[in-house]
């Protein structure tokens, strides 16, 4: 499987750009900005993006949706439980001094258990609220990877301190649905590094005691 990550925007959001050889079909994984190198890697692979999926609605990783899927057609997935982050994107603009971007529609609900597929590939959504009400990670078995958005980092988790934070529910959601997945899983963060999840489970401050 094509796997592209593009720190997108003035906060560096890790944008995933995944292909299937086969088919062609692509996935976008949190469109912040930048769209135009997004569409450029799209293109240069031949990718058909058939769907944007939204780890949270935080502006650096939905700020660009809108701009992708107007270019794309493709639907948009998003956690329902962000759908109040979402409607603030003007006061997420003013942490910023940015402006608010275009909203978007969501067609795509994103909740446990459920699967999107690109080609012959499964991504398995686990809900993992704390850094957001509706934070969402991706799992994809066959490629051995975790799309984690911003709940965990390479030494680091995501920040509970915002409108909607949970610092007890986000470290409940690492032990719950990210720790058990195999230690040799690599995580692609919504910012930053990558990390594996054994490497977490031995080194990560923020986990120590779970
Ligand atoms: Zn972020």
Redesign the pocket.
């Known amino acids: 499987m094509i796997h592209e990550v593009l720190p997108v925007g003035m ?1 560096q ?1 890790n944008c995933s750009i995944f292909g299937d050889e086969q088919s062609r079909e692509a996935m976008v994984v ?1 469109p ?1 900005d930048d769209i135009a190198r997004i569409l450029e890697v799209v293109r240069r692979h031949g990718l058909t993006v058939k769907a944007i999926v939204i780890t ?1 609605a ?1 502006i ?2 939905i700020g660009g949706a809108q701009k992708l899927k107007k270019a794309t057609g493709a639907p948009v997935y998003m956690n329902h439980n962000d759908a109040e982050l979402q409607k603030m994107m003007d006061v997420q603009a003013a942490w910023l001094g940015v402006r608010p971007p275009d909203a978007v529609a969501i067609e795509g609900e994103a909740n446990d258990g459920d699967l999107l597929v690109v080609g012959a590939t499964e991504f398995h959504v686990l809900h993992t609220p704390g850094h957001t009400p509706g934070s969402i990670s991706l799992w994809i078995p066959s490629q051995g990877k975790l799309v984690a ?2 709940t965990l980092f390479r030494d680091s988790i ?1 920040r509970t301190d915002l409108p909607g934070g949970d610092g007890r529910q986000i470290l409940r959601s690492i032990h719950e649905k990210l720790m058990p997945l195999p230690e040799e899983t690599v995580v692609i963060p ?2 930053g590094e990558n990390t594996t999840i054994g490497r977490e489970k031995q080194f990560n401050y923020f986990l120590q005691g779970l």
């Open positions: 906060l959001c949190d912040g949270h935080h650096d990783h958005g911003d995501g919504g910012h």
